[in-house]
């Protein structure tokens, strides 16, 4: 074997692209990976390279081979002409957002839309003369019905963030492409592994690297990958921003990167397990995972993604706070704090009936939204079992 990675690894499975993207010992000395590159200054031999700003690399911002290594091996994963890289996953929906809106234009949200995303539309974008409209998550090719002269953008999620809605990504896309404007996704919950973004019509594809690309919740990392038509103004709007993550990050995205796979399968089957666990408790009203075969969104799902990650919603027959307290405060395995995707199991409360503004959600029950880690399954239900055993006590 060589120390340079095979060429023409389309046909390759995605977990050997994993191990391979973005990496080439042969230009490392030997080394399996890419190292740290820590850098501001990349000097020029002469003066005729300078002026011309020959070479590949000019300036610790726009690019170093660390930088390289992800962003390479991730336009690789999400079949993608190019990708860029932010400190947050948040800060990755405000580049791409900013990347294809300008003043005056009306930008179409899901209504289930990372509630942040929302705050930063109804904040600055407002604030720079966008027209925010939010929709619902739903809609499918009927979004044809809300555009306008100036429509210029859609952002999408599936499945969305707390209420877990399926959207029909494909038949947005076509309605909007129709119109010439581009398609934004959130594809935080699916990762390109699960849902090929571009392949089912996305522009712009985000990605909190903060989860299954950690699997650590040791990170906060950001990417967006663009198809061919959208990269050079992504990339631009990157260098106008030049709001670069630490290269020490970016070398913990590249090591979370070749175990994502084998994760988020073990992450997916223990999620959707512990869903039918959960549908199964008397406790329990409603249980939101488009893996579910009674899940309203659960045909979409099938037609447009290959698995599901570890991440779902519970909604809990209605019950008094101090009972929903008794559950939460003596659970001993699922820590209470937001984000997800690392290797342990988290729950948190939330309502989706305060922030809404297209779609009305029911009131029906106490919300909470889990994510599944690697534990072992046995204990997790156990603990889950004393909290509804505290609850029960509480009346
Ligand atoms: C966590 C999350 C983000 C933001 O990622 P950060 O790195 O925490 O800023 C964006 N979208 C979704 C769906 C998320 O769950």
Redesign the pocket.
């Known amino acids: 074997m060589s120390n340079s990675p095979p060429r023409d690894r389309g046909r390759f499975g995605a977990d050997t692209r994993l191990v391979l993207a973005g990496r080439d010992p042969s230009a490392q000395h030997g080394f399996v990976n890419t190292p740290i590159y820590r850098g501001s200054t990349v000097l020029y031999p002469t003066y005729d390279d300078i002026k011309h700003r020959r070479g590949r690399y000019n300036y610790g911002t726009s690019g170093t081979p660390t930088m390289d290594a992800l962003c390479e091996a991730w336009s690789e994963i999400a079949g993608a002409a190019g990708t860029v890289l932010a400190p947050?996953?948040?800060?990755?929906?405000t580049l791409a957002l900013m990347t294809c809106v300008s003043a005056g234009d009306h930008l179409l949200v899901t209504d289930s839309a990372?509630r942040?995303?929302r705050i930063f539309c109804d904040g600055v974008l407002k604030r720079y003369g966008v027209e925010v409209e939010y929709y619902d998550p739903l809609i499918g090719a009927g979004i044809a019905g809300l555009m306008r002269d100036n429509t210029r953008a859609v952002l999408v999620?599936a499945p969305g963030?707390q209420t877990f809605e399926m959207q029909d990504v494909p038949a947005i896309a076509e309605a909007m492409h129709a119109r010439g404007g581009a398609v934004v996704m959130?594809n935080?919950?699916a990762t390109p592994l699960l849902f090929p973004p571009h392949e089912r019509g996305v522009d712009l594809a985000?990605e909190?690297?903060?989860?299954y690309l950690s699997g650590g919740s040791d990170l906060?990392?950001?990417l967006v990958s663009a198809n061919a038509a959208y990269y050079p103004a992504l990339k631009r709007t990157y260098e106008h921003f030049a709001n670069c993550p630490g290269p020490e990050d970016i070398f913990l995205g590249l090591r979370g990167l070749r175990t994502m796979g084998l994760r988020l399968r073990e992450h997916g089957a223990r999620g959707l397990a512990m869903a039918e666990w959960f549908q199964a408790r008397p406790e329990v009203l409603r249980v939101l995972h488009p893996g579910l075969p009674d899940d309203p969104g659960h045909a979409i799902w099938k037609r447009d993604f290959s698995g599901a990650s570890g991440?779902f919603g519970v909604i809990l027959k209605p019950v008094s706070e101090e009972a929903l307290a008794a559950f939460l405060d003596g659970l001993e395995l699922f820590g209470m704090g937001?984000?997800?995707?690392g290797f342990e199991s988290l729950v948190i409360p939330f309502d989706p009936t305060v922030y809404r503004t297209a779609t009305r959600w029911p009131p029906d029950g106490s919300a909470l939204r889990f994510h599944i880690g690697l534990e072992d399954p046995e204990d997790l239900k156990a603990d889950l079992e004393a909290g509804f055993a505290r609850m029960a006590a509480v009346g």
Request: charged share 10%; no cysteine.
């Open positions: 947050s996953g948040l800060s990755a929906l990372y942040p995303t999620e963030s959130d935080t919950w985000v909190a690297g903060t989860k906060l990392l950001g991440l937001f984000s997800w995707g």
